[in-house]
Every structure is written in C-alpha cells, then in structure tokens.
C-alpha cells in the first residue's frame, strides 16, 4: 500500500503462466491449447483457459467468466459494506450475473453490458426498500464497476428472513 498526499493505492500482482505448448508453440491457431495457471502468493491456483469457442477447455476459468466474476464479487463486497454503515442486516447473499460479449468483424471484441441479479436476504422488514436501494451506492463504491467502460446493470431482489 502506498500513501500519498491525495489516495491511497493498493497493488496487486498475479502471474500466468501458459501451459498450453503442445509442441509447435503458437505455429498455427489450432496447433496450441489456451491453458493457463494465475498464480498469486498464499492463494490455490487457477486453471484458465479460452472459452469453448475459441478453442478452450470448458473445464477451466476463462476470462470472461473472470471479469464477470470480479463485477459481482466487487459489487456484493460494496454492498455489505454501505448495508452495514446503513444498518442494513444482510444475512443471505447469492448473485446470478450475465454478460454479452460482442465480437467484432475484425476478431475483436468487447463487452457491451452486464447485469447482476443479486437475491438479498435482510433481517428486518423494516429495512427491506432501503436494501433495494442501497445497491445503486454499491455500483458507485465498486471498484471493478468503475474500472470498466460497458453499463452493468442491477435487478436486485430482496427477501426478507424468516
């Protein structure tokens, strides 16, 4: 962690290691596999891999699913933190995320929007609309929400415990 006189930054270091030389190298497009490990220190590794449609081992993480992943894992982090200075009691938390990728004529391509379904479970009856709305100063404090230059949507639900 670095201070200076204006922030605070944090640095994060991974390493990926590509594990996919199936002899030739990258020679041709369909002579290598996309397997790869990330690594960071103390952490299990990661299996990634390409998606099944650009010749990818369904069986490992790809980066799609990553960056989805990091979308709805920064938003539920900022959620609990704004539902706990709200005096909001989460007690249940579960998030069913999508994502569209558009490819480009060109081989590239980008996300063009996301959508968390966060289902929120909340102690109190009293705080249940309160909850809802809390979710739109978690996409403000996300960090990954910020990074990113696509919309991400939110269609919350909130159930109040039994």
């Given at each position: 962690?670095?201070?200076?006189?204006?922030?605070?930054?944090?640095?994060?270091?991974v390493t990926v290691t590509w594990?996919?030389?199936?002899?030739?190298?990258?020679?041709?497009?369909?002579?290598?596999?996309?397997?790869?490990e990330v690594e960071a220190p103390g952490l299990p590794k990661l299996f990634g891999s390409a998606d099944r449609t650009?010749?990818?081992?369904?069986?490992?993480?790809?980066?799609?699913?990553?960056?989805?992943?990091?979308?709805?894992?920064?938003h539920m982090l900022s959620y609990f933190h704004v539902a706990s200075a709200?005096?909001?009691?989460?007690?249940?938390?579960?998030?069913?995320?999508?994502g569209t990728l558009k490819l480009n004529r060109d081989g590239s391509g980008e996300f063009v929007h996301a959508t968390l379904h966060p289902q929120v479970v909340v102690a109190s009856r009293d705080?249940?609309?309160?909850?809802?709305?809390?979710?739109r100063d978690a996409a403000g404090a996300c960090f990954i929400r910020r990074s990113v230059n696509f919309p991400v949507?939110?269609?919350p639900g909130i159930v109040v415990a039994a």
């Open positions: 962690m670095v201070r200076t006189a204006s922030l605070v930054e944090h640095h994060y270091d594990t996919g030389n199936l002899g030739e190298g990258t020679t041709g497009y369909r002579k290598y596999s996309r397997n790869h650009f010749h990818g081992d369904e069986g490992r993480w790809n980066p799609e699913q990553l960056l989805l992943t990091a979308l709805t894992q920064c709200a005096g909001v009691v989460v007690t249940g938390y579960t998030d069913h995320a999508s705080h249940a609309e309160l909850a809802k709305t809390l979710h949507h939110h269609e």
